[in-house]
């Protein structure tokens, strides 16, 4: 078979293809560098590419398959990285000058999990600098742009792993959410994206944003790949205080299109002011859909969300502020040259190396924690959480999992919310809570809204509950045929000649601009 639209397919199509013999890994590979080297000076995903590490992984790839050994799922298939993971031998940004030439001694926990799986690692790719803002525009070397519009964000701070998986630029990514940044990437770019229950992925050898809401989890061309990879990331490290030590199920196992009987909660405080009408429209239908499939709308209330927002920028940049005081120009990444002293050159080097949003959020941060201003607002914001809590527990008596949009507009234009920045904070307003109350949440594809932009379902699970919106996502994905249509790059969405329902349930996807589909 010819590997020349290789990189369209999903990872489990691949691996069945693989297995068969039809094509090798090197085929994939070389796939995904072609789409690259096509696509990438339009939507600049990656910052760093290891074209020549991946073709080793393939070649290696290829020769456990030839010798018949017990392969799993992943093994072949190329993974590109978000650039705030710890890689051995290549260098990991964080898209901040501060670590511009930054090269690890160790890889983060779930890479290794992915090397050990036989994933082929292909490159890493762009983020909000130190994964703090929601477009990629802040990132401190190039902005990522939309594979359906190129004048429109892809998200942030995972907007080059959304972006990459959009474009066909790799098979499957991982990237890290701490207020919604997997899931309103994927909402925007039209793709699937999971954050898991805090404590169920290791955070080891992920660079620290706030420590207490960082998750890793992937984005995916459907909802099957994204369970795939759950069973090769999650699980317990004893390197990660905060991994929890429990047994993990297969994912995989939750794969069933059948969600008759389940209660879905739909909060009243979600569907308010703020709330784009061709979104509003877009989630309706999915209810309905949700309906049609049999399962059962149950209205549940979240009434301290008010404070979500609030609450989170108090707490996320507090402990940014603490993390990020490790970059002094002493122990490792840049380091303003020719300075009279220490201190002058500690101040230098951060002036220099941090950009404006994350200066923005370490002076908050400061603040915040500060003499005198500590219990009045980050302890107060911690009492909040407690109460967003008691929201999700309530509100789960009463559903199986809840129901919302991801983001309340499509991606935005390029430009438009940069210099506001609490209109850019307001993009996550449906996300943060989450990573405050530390459940599970999933984003996939529901329909398109204004200018043709794709508009992401959001499903919150309770701790530890993953099958169940893996679940609920796959059954409205079969449904609708979410995972049958890709972006073109001209910013519109093509025809498919596999038709705008498309998924074959196998991996086949729609067809990029009329391109040969694969059944």
């Avoid at 999990?113 to 890493?124: M, N, P, Q, S, T």
């Avoid at 929601?134 to 972006?163: C, H, I, K, Q």
């Avoid at 061309?221 to 990879?229: H, L, S």
């Avoid at 409205?476 to 972006?487: D, K, N, W």
Wanted: proline share 5%; hydrophobic share 35%; with cysteine.
């Amino acid at each position: 078979m010819t590997s020349t639209l290789l990189n369209e397919f999903t990872a489990h199509a691949l691996h069945d293809m693989l297995i068969k013999g039809e094509i090798s890994s090197l085929d994939i590979v070389q796939a995904v560098y072609r789409r690259i080297d096509e696509v990438e000076p339009e939507i600049r995903a990656f910052v760093t590419l290891t074209r020549d590490e991946a073709l080793r992984q393939a070649m290696d790839a290829d020769e456990r398959i030839r010798r018949g050994e017990d392969v799993g799922p992943l093994t072949g298939i190329p993974v590109a990285l978000k650039d705030n993971l710890c890689t051995r031998g290549i260098r990991t940004t964080c898209s901040s000058k501060i670590l511009e030439n930054f090269i690890p001694p160790y890889s983060a926990t779930v890479v290794e999990r992915l090397e050990r799986c036989g994933a082929v690692i292909i490159g890493k790719t762009n983020l909000d600098e130190f994964a703090m803002g929601s477009s990629t525009e802040n990132s401190g070397f190039f902005t990522t742009r939309n594979p359906w519009d190129l004048s429109r964000v892809p998200g942030g701070s995972s907007g080059g792993s959304a972006a990459a998986v959009a474009a066909d630029e790799t098979i499957v990514a991982l990237g890290s959410d701490t207020g919604g940044s997997i899931r309103q990437p994927a909402s925007y770019c039209g793709v699937v994206g999971l954050k898991p229950t805090y404590g169920t992925v290791s955070r080891y050898g992920l660079v620290a944003f706030a420590s207490s809401l960082d998750q890793i989890g992937p984005l995916t061309k459907d909802v099957r790949d994204c369970a795939i990879v759950m069973n090769a990331i999650a699980g317990y490290d004893p390197c990660d205080s905060t991994s929890v030590d429990r047994q993990y199920p297969d994912y995989t196992t939750f794969l069933v299109p059948e969600v008759k009987g389940l209660r879905f909660g739909i909060p009243r405080e979600y569907f308010g002011k703020g709330l784009d009408a061709d979104v509003r429209s877009a989630i309706d239908n999915a209810i309905k859909t949700f309906e049609e499939m049999g399962a059962i709308p149950v209205e549940v209330s979240l009434p301290h969300s008010e404070y979500a927002l609030a609450t989170y920028y108090l707490v996320a940049p507090a402990e940014a502020s603490s993390n990020l005081a490790r970059y002094d120009g002493v122990k490792y990444g840049y380091r303003a040259q020719g300075q009279p002293d220490s201190v002058t050159m500690t101040r230098r080097t951060r002036r220099e190396g941090f950009g404006a949003e994350v200066k923005r959020r370490i002076m908050l941060g400061t603040y915040a924690l500060s003499s005198g201003y500590y219990d009045a607002y980050y302890l107060k914001a911690l009492k909040v959480r407690t109460l967003l809590v008691r929201d999700f527990e309530a509100a789960f008596e009463k559903c199986d999992f809840i129901l919302s949009p991801t983001s309340p507009t499509v991606a935005f234009k390029i430009g438009e919310k940069i210099d506001d920045p609490l209109s850019m904070y307001l993009t996550d307003i449906y996300t943060i809570t989450a990573n405050l109350v530390a459940v599970p949440g999933i984003s996939i594809p529901c329909g398109f809204g204004r200018d043709e932009m794709p508009v992401g379902l959001q499903l919150l699970g309770k701790h530890f509950d993953e099958g169940t919106i893996i679940r609920a996502a796959y059954a409205f994905e079969q449904a609708t045929g979410g995972a049958g249509i890709r972006p073109g790059l001209k910013g519109r969405r093509p025809e498919s000649k596999c038709g705008d329902r498309g998924n074959d349930g196998n991996g086949g996807r729609g067809s990029v601009g009329g391109g040969t589909c694969y059944e």
